[in-house]
């Protein structure tokens, strides 16, 4: 025997409306009707009173009136708004109204602005594993975050159940699904302990799969996220975006990319970073034995720019499409600049790069660090007019990087350092195969580049860069 | 306002913050010794620093313009640069 649910509010004008069909209606059958607002609307004695919105919520109603048929206790169909033609289907009940059959339905209160959020802690905050810290009357919270040792120095957004319950709105990911364990004590790291520190880094619920993914990325053993935050070296993780998901939280892939002023890129690198200090109890002073470090430390992320490139990006020559989205993880120091205002060939270019390459690190340290070639409009425009592809770019600056060995013994230039006399008679490469990596960012305006290079344990002995995809949620 | 926020970590420390980790030993510190200025916290500081110099232990002397109010900024900033440990005296 059908049964159904109707969820109303007298505050709505095709509510109001369908009285006579709701009167209509529960004469026939058992018509429970839950009322957002006045429990006395519409007059029937089987109207509950939902003002606090709970049987609203876990019926997950976005519009009202919403009518729902159970056949026992399972759901087996709803419509919603009024629609004649779907009334009567859903009910088999041929329907007498002197009114149009058609009338749009207004929204569910359980959908007014940042309601979601404050529903979701009053009724599903059980849901949320993590410890509760209650700070003092006298606290400040933000005080309250440094003096508890989860500041990256600068301060938190205070965690709230309210702020956690939102950005888990992000991702349709399960809270609890537990996406690795984050060294250098190997917590473990939930959903949900990626979302509090998203929170704190500042990031909106639409940047959560982006972190979600990083961390992902971070965790794979090949990354080697222990080693590269022990290392005295300058590393620390960098996060490239690509793909649609980039545009639509507006990250930042030209100007200024790699610097501040873009909420996306400053708040989703710093959110990685709050995670392996939070969850992985990885500090400066710690397991962090960075001699320097480097102000990526904060956050170091950016999106390429991928609109009308003449090279594929990153994550297409990684075996992705366009279409998808994805994280890049990288084991970064600084930045270097180059400047070169007067190449027009792409021989020329690529000279200027190789010597910008050619120095990384140290001129005499070869098959050590990876690096990123971040080259902008400009340049790139001087690969687009010859035609030359990305990869003919890569295998000349393979080429201008097979260095003699006479150059990079130690001794060799009054340097002590370098590497062992023995290989004085060879030429070898700077970089390991595949070690050089290109992208498209920065600026419309500047012949400059940028050269990212990696720690100095790159590849397979430490860390190569790791692609994700990203989950975007149907529901985010 | 108090309120109620959710912990970031792995949670496996106590919730509940420990107080710095105390020196076993003074040897080779320096210990700031900071009469608050009350009647005769110098008597209690004077004999403090006497069995400290007894024992070999570098002590340095400070003093708070008054009791009744917290210490300016510039003389903890000053004892935290300067000293290891800080042992301060209430009397009456």
């Given at each position: 025997?059908?049964?159904?649910?109707?969820?109303?509010?007298?505050?709505?004008?095709?509510?109001?409306?369908?009285?006579?069909?709701?009167?209509?209606?529960?004469?026939?059958?058992?018509?429970?009707?839950?009322?957002?607002?006045?429990?006395?609307f519409?007059l029937?004695?089987?109207?509950?009173?939902d003002?606090?919105?709970?049987e609203?919520?876990?019926l997950?109603i976005?519009?009202v009136?919403?009518i729902?048929?159970?056949?026992?206790q399972?759901?087996?169909?709803r419509t919603f708004?009024?629609?004649?033609?779907?009334?009567?289907?859903?009910?088999?009940?041929?329907?007498?109204?002197?009114?149009?059959?058609?009338?749009?339905?207004?929204?569910?209160?359980?959908?007014?602005p940042?309601?979601?959020?404050?529903?979701?802690v009053k009724?599903d905050?059980?849901?949320l594993?993590?410890?509760?810290?209650a700070?003092?009357?006298?606290?400040?919270?933000?005080?309250?975050?440094?003096?508890?040792d989860?500041s990256?120095?600068?301060?938190?957004v205070p965690?709230t159940?309210?702020?956690?319950m939102?950005?888990?709105?992000?991702t349709?990911?399960d809270?609890?699904e537990?996406?690795?364990?984050?060294p250098p004590?190997?917590?473990?790291?939930?959903?949900?302990?990626?979302?509090v520190?998203?929170?704190?880094?500042?990031?909106?619920p639409?940047y959560?799969?982006?972190v979600?993914?990083?961390?992902e990325?971070?965790?794979q053993?090949?990354?080697?996220?222990?080693?590269?935050l022990?290392?005295?070296?300058?590393?620390g993780?960098?996060?490239l975006?690509?793909?649609?998901?980039?545009?639509?939280i507006?990250m930042?892939s030209?100007?200024?990319?790699?610097g501040?002023g873009?909420?996306a890129?400053?708040?989703?690198?710093?959110?990685?970073?709050?995670?392996?200090?939070?969850v992985?109890?990885?500090?400066?002073?710690g397991?962090?034995?960075?001699?320097?470090?480097?102000?990526?430390?904060?956050?170091?992320?950016?999106?390429?720019d991928?609109?009308?490139s003449?090279?594929e990006?990153?994550?297409?020559?990684?075996g992705?499409?366009s279409d998808?989205s994805?994280?890049?993880l990288f084991?970064?120091?600084g930045?270097?600049?180059?400047?070169?205002?007067?190449s027009r060939?792409?021989?020329?270019?690529?000279?200027?790069?190789?010597?910008?390459?050619r120095?990384?690190?140290?001129?005499?340290?070869?098959?050590?660090a990876?690096a990123?070639?971040v080259?902008?409009?400009?340049?790139?425009r001087?690969?687009r007019?010859a035609?030359?592809?990305?990869q003919?770019l890569?295998?000349r600056?393979?080429?201008?990087?097979?260095?003699?060995?006479t150059?990079?013994?130690?001794?060799?230039?009054?340097?002590?350092?370098?590497?062992?006399?023995k290989?004085?008679?060879?030429?070898m490469?700077k970089?390991r195969?595949g070690?050089l990596?290109?992208?498209r960012?920065?600026?419309?305006a500047?012949?400059?580049s940028?050269i990212i290079?990696?720690w100095g344990?790159?590849?397979?002995?430490?860390?190569?860069?790791v692609?994700r995809?990203?989950?975007?949620?149907s529901?985010? | 306002?108090s309120n109620v926020?959710m912990?970031?970590?792995?949670?496996?420390?106590?919730?509940?913050?420990?107080?710095?980790?105390?020196?076993?030993?003074l040897e080779?510190?320096?210990?700031?010794l900071?009469?608050?200025?009350?009647?005769?916290?110098?008597v209690?500081?004077?004999?403090?620093?006497?069995?400290m110099v007894?024992r070999?232990?570098?002590?340095?002397?400070?003093?708070?313009?008054?009791?009744?109010?917290?210490?300016p900024?510039?003389?903890?900033?000053?004892?935290a640069?300067?000293?290891?440990v800080?042992?301060?005296?209430?009397?009456d």
């Amino acid at each position: 025997m059908d049964n159904y649910v109707l969820v109303v509010k007298e505050d709505c004008a095709t509510c109001r409306l369908v009285v006579p069909v709701i009167n209509q209606l529960s004469g026939l059958f058992h018509l429970k009707i839950y009322s957002q607002d006045n429990p006395n609307f519409p007059l029937n004695e089987d109207v509950v009173d939902d003002s606090e919105l709970k049987e609203s919520w876990s019926l997950n109603i976005e519009t009202v009136p919403t009518i729902i048929r159970y056949d026992g206790q399972s759901e087996t169909g709803r419509t919603f708004g009024w629609d004649k033609e779907a009334w009567e289907s859903l009910t088999g009940v041929s329907l007498a109204t002197d009114f149009p059959d058609f009338r749009p339905g207004c929204g569910s209160r359980t959908v007014d602005p940042g309601m979601a959020g404050k529903l979701a802690v009053k009724f599903d905050r059980d849901k949320l594993q993590s410890r509760r810290i209650a700070t003092a009357a006298e606290e400040d919270d933000i005080e309250a975050c440094f003096d508890r040792d989860w500041s990256d120095g600068l301060p938190l957004v205070p965690p709230t159940e309210l702020r956690v319950m939102r950005m888990l709105s992000g991702t349709n990911r399960d809270l609890r699904e537990v996406i690795g364990a984050v060294p250098p004590d190997y917590g473990e790291c939930t959903v949900e302990k990626i979302a509090v520190n998203a929170v704190m880094a500042g990031c909106k619920p639409e940047y959560l799969p982006v972190v979600i993914s990083s961390v992902e990325a971070a965790l794979q053993d090949e990354f080697c996220m222990h080693g590269l935050l022990a290392t005295t070296y300058f590393s620390g993780p960098m996060i490239l975006v690509n793909g649609p998901i980039s545009r639509a939280i507006g990250m930042n892939s030209k100007g200024n990319a790699l610097g501040q002023g873009n909420r996306a890129n400053a708040t989703i690198g710093r959110a990685l970073q709050l995670v392996i200090r939070n969850v992985g109890g990885g500090k400066p002073g710690g397991v962090d034995r960075a001699v320097f470090g480097n102000p990526g430390k904060y956050s170091y992320c950016f999106a390429e720019d991928e609109t009308n490139s003449c090279w594929e990006s990153l994550a297409v020559e990684k075996g992705f499409s366009s279409d998808q989205s994805t994280v890049t993880l990288f084991a970064a120091d600084g930045m270097q600049g180059i400047v070169d205002q007067k190449s027009r060939e792409p021989d020329s270019l690529a000279r200027s790069f190789a010597a910008g390459l050619r120095v990384a690190s140290h001129p005499k340290m070869i098959l050590a660090a990876d690096a990123f070639l971040v080259v902008s409009p400009e340049h790139e425009r001087v690969f687009r007019d010859a035609g030359w592809s990305k990869q003919q770019l890569k295998d000349r600056l393979g080429e201008l990087l097979m260095i003699p060995g006479t150059e990079l013994i130690a001794g060799a230039g009054g340097i002590a350092e370098g590497i062992p006399e023995k290989f004085a008679d060879s030429t070898m490469p700077k970089f390991r195969e595949g070690g050089l990596n290109i992208i498209r960012a920065g600026g419309s305006a500047g012949l400059f580049s940028a050269i990212i290079a990696g720690w100095g344990a790159s590849g397979k002995m430490g860390s190569v860069p790791v692609t994700r995809e990203i989950l975007v949620s149907s529901q985010a | 306002m108090s309120n109620v926020l959710m912990d970031p970590t792995s949670e496996l420390s106590s919730e509940h913050r420990e107080p710095l980790p105390r020196p076993s030993s003074l040897e080779g510190l320096t210990v700031g010794l900071l009469d608050i200025s009350k009647a005769r916290g110098d008597v209690f500081i004077d004999r403090i620093e006497d069995l400290m110099v007894q024992r070999g232990i570098s002590t340095r002397r400070y003093k708070k313009p008054t009791f009744t109010r917290i210490a300016p900024v510039e003389l903890t900033q000053q004892i935290a640069t300067e000293c290891d440990v800080v042992v301060e005296s209430l009397a009456d």
